[in-house]
């Protein structure tokens, strides 16, 4: 078939090969570590301005050129976020790698940790160092049990190589990196959360300001908290340098990312894709493997269950930038639409946690709704109210409304519910992360909703 | 605060082996401060014990330096740990959107079915012989091989009607002795 997207693997490039194994020896064939090392090597350097750079601001200022975004769902640059530390506090520095991976629709974290966890190990390391590190966590949910012992077996190969503890290969630098397994809770993926709960209290989120993890985190310490794939992005860049990153994807959202498609699809799977460079359509159908046979498209969650559907057949409005410079407009259909965030942006979503999940015309709107907010009302941490109630109401009128049960004001009642809780009445993004669902099936599918609600002829 | 189990009461009829005791001890040490291992010693004595006993929470509370209800509150929110014992074998079967569109709600009420449970109910639910606990849990971050379950710990992707038949059928038949994980 002419024009089929392909990937472009990079951070993916070995881990489903045949014969590539997620031990220490056979990462090291593959040129693994070599980055590190030469991070590790990097003799201080002058900048065109007559600055001096020690070797860890070099890695910083790389990082930052590449403008690399956070890959765990918020999509802040990593670059920016590491600039808010402190790096002259007598304080310790943590870094903490989130593997919660618990975003319904997300399994890319879990494929590098099981196939390739040295390479997020060196993420780590490069991350750290740059950073002054000396004790880096990886914060890994409960259920991935097997998932842990990968990486508590790879940090033992990394130790007895020299490459963790004391005195790393014999250059002075010291980093501890402890697994830390999570038990079940989904709010412990969002960074604040996180941190509560690796101090060994309930997840609950702190309050931001002040509580900006990179400002005040762990133990009151600044603490760098980055994805699994950010982390895995960031030994890119180091090898390739920011330019040359930045070169890949579109300006403002540079490099690959791990799109993780499922649902209603024939091929459901992971794939790396340039940012921007392939579309809605590609990743669904050349990537996927396209619809069920005889099936038609219904819907598309573009980036974890929290990102606000789109509808097929929508048209957006998409900014573009000519080679003169200047803006010009396009239509676009909602199988056109590039996958970056400027895109899904213009068309009233996100992309999240880079996670499709694919609808065809054989799922019920209602049903999906109910099952996405069944997550939320028993996810949700309880500390704030509108949070709690609604969530927990959504998904009862939704659940009433399966039975047959609604009523005719309950469409009205999920609008008015999902329109109270966000916009800075709860404590943390979980308040947007429950609504927007309900807010985009409702307005999108208003009549199979209201199908369901009309009292019996 | 790290005085041996004697130091709660109730710690008296709870077993700690050496091993035991030494992996948390071990545990313990990585955190900067005791609490923040609070985790993965509860992790540690549910793995050993089962599930966490009072007698559990109070050892874990001495060994982190944190009052029981500390800890209770920890094992009352994180919905991996359990307050009773589970059954011998636990199936824990993925309930989000791309599972259920996969068919695991389908899955669910088999098992239910099959074992007597209640299909309706989501928690938790053990047989009147606790045999088996069968229970929905929440995105497994396996949503490409959809349907996905546990059985104890393990994982099993794509799973189908049949398989589940077959997986109750070696449970039922398994020697009594065998922890069936
Ligand atoms: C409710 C909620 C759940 C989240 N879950 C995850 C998660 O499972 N994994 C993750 O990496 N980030 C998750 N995040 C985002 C983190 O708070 C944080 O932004 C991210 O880990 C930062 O890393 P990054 O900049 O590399 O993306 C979640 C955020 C919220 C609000
Ligand atoms: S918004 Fe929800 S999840 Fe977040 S802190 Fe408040 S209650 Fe907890
Ligand atoms: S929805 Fe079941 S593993 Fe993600």
Redesign the pocket.
């Known amino acids: 078939m002419p024009n089929m997207i392909q990937e472009r693997r990079i951070i993916l490039e070995h881990l489903d090969r045949a014969g590539y194994t997620p031990d220490l020896g056979c990462y090291r064939r593959h040129g693994g570590y070599a980055t590190f090392e030469r991070c590790l090597a990097l003799e201080p350097a002058a900048t065109p301005e007559g600055q001096t750079l020690s070797g860890p601001e070099q890695i910083r200022l790389e990082v930052r050129r590449s403008g690399l975004?956070?890959?765990?769902?918020?999509?802040?640059p990593?670059g920016v976020?590491w600039s808010f530390v402190n790096l002259d506090s007598d304080r310790p520095i943590y870094l903490i790698c989130?593997?919660?991976?618990?975003?319904p629709g997300?399994f890319k974290?879990r494929q590098i940790i099981h196939k390739d966890p040295h390479q997020l190990i060196e993420g780590i390391l490069i991350a750290a160092y740059a950073n002054r590190v000396h004790q880096a966590f990886i914060y890994i949910?409960g259920e991935f049990i097997e998932g842990a012992r990968i990486l508590d077996r790879a940090l033992d190969e990394a130790r007895g190589a020299g490459l963790l503890g004391r005195d790393i290969l014999g250059r002075g630098y010291d980093l501890e990196i402890c697994v830390h397994r999570g038990a079940g809770a989904?709010?412990?993926?969002?960074?604040?959360?996180?941190i509560e709960s690796l101090e060994g209290r309930r997840p609950y989120?702190r309050i931001k300001p002040p509580y900006y993890p990179a400002v005040l985190g762990l133990y009151q310490c600044p603490t760098i908290?980055?994805?699994?794939?950010?982390?895995c992005a960031v030994k890119h860049v180091a090898a390739m340098g920011g330019n040359e990153y930045a070169k890949l994807g579109v300006p403002g959202d540079p490099g690959t990312r791990i799109v993780c498609v499922s649902g209603q699809v024939r091929r459901p799977g992971y794939f790396e894709i340039e940012i921007g460079k392939a579309t809605l359509g590609q990743l669904i159908h050349d990537l996927a493997g396209g619809l069920h046979p005889g099936r038609s498209l219904k819907a598309v969650i573009p980036g974890g269950s929290?990102a606000k559907v789109l509808r097929a057949g929508e048209k957006y409005k998409l900014k573009f930038a000519r080679p003169d410079g200047k803006e010009i407009e396009r239509e676009a259909a909602l199988l056109d639409l590039p996958y970056d965030s400027a895109s899904l942006a213009a068309a009233g979503s996100m992309c999240g946690?880079g996670a499709i999940v694919v609808l065809d015309d054989s799922a019920s709107a209602v049903e999906a709704l109910a099952n996405i907010a069944e997550f939320y009302a028993h996810?949700s941490c309880g500390q704030c109210t509108p949070c709690r109630e609604g969530s927990l109401w959504m998904h009862k009128i939704l659940q009433r409304i399966l039975r047959r049960q609604g009523r005719p004001a309950d469409v009205d009642n999920l609008e008015r519910i999902a329109h109270n809780i966000p916009g800075g009445r709860t404590v943390?993004?979980?308040g947007?992360?429950c609504s927007w669902p309900v807010q985009s099936f409702v307005a999108k599918f208003g009549d199979e909703f209201r199908q369901m609600t009309a009292p019996p002829p | 605060m790290n005085t041996p189990s004697s130091a709660s009461p109730a710690a008296g009829c709870l077993r700690i082996p050496p091993a035991l005791e030494a992996a948390v001890a071990e545990r313990i040490a990585r955190y900067p401060q005791p609490r923040g291992a609070a985790l993965m010693v509860l992790h540690a004595l549910q793995d050993h014990f089962g599930f966490l006993s009072n007698e559990a929470i109070e050892w874990a509370a001495a060994r982190l330096g944190v009052q029981p209800m500390q800890v209770l509150e920890l094992a009352t929110f994180y919905p991996m740990f359990r307050q009773e014992p589970p059954g011998r074998f636990h199936f824990k079967i993925c309930r989000t959107l791309s599972c259920a569109l996969a068919g695991s709600l389908a899955l669910h009420a088999r098992l239910c079915d099959r074992l007597g449970l209640d299909p309706a109910s989501h928690g938790p639910q053990t047989t009147a012989d606790g045999r088996f606990t069968v229970e929905l849990v929440e995105c497994l971050a396996s949503c490409h091989t959809a349907p996905v379950l546990f059985c104890n710990q393990t994982f099993c992707e794509k799973a189908t009607p049949e398989q589940v038949d077959r997986m109750i059928e070696e449970c039922r038949s398994a020697p009594p002795e065998a922890d069936g994980s």
């Not at chain 1, 989904?186 to 996180?194: A, N, R």
């Not at chain 1, 908290?225 to 982390?231: A, D, I, P």
Request: aromatic share 6%; with cysteine; proline share 2%.
């Open positions: 975004r956070g890959r765990g769902g918020a999509g802040f990593c976020k989130n593997a919660d991976e618990s975003e997300t974290d949910r989904y709010i412990c993926g969002e960074e604040t959360g996180l989120p908290v980055n994805n699994v794939e950010t982390l929290s946690s996810e943390c993004a979980f947007e992360a």
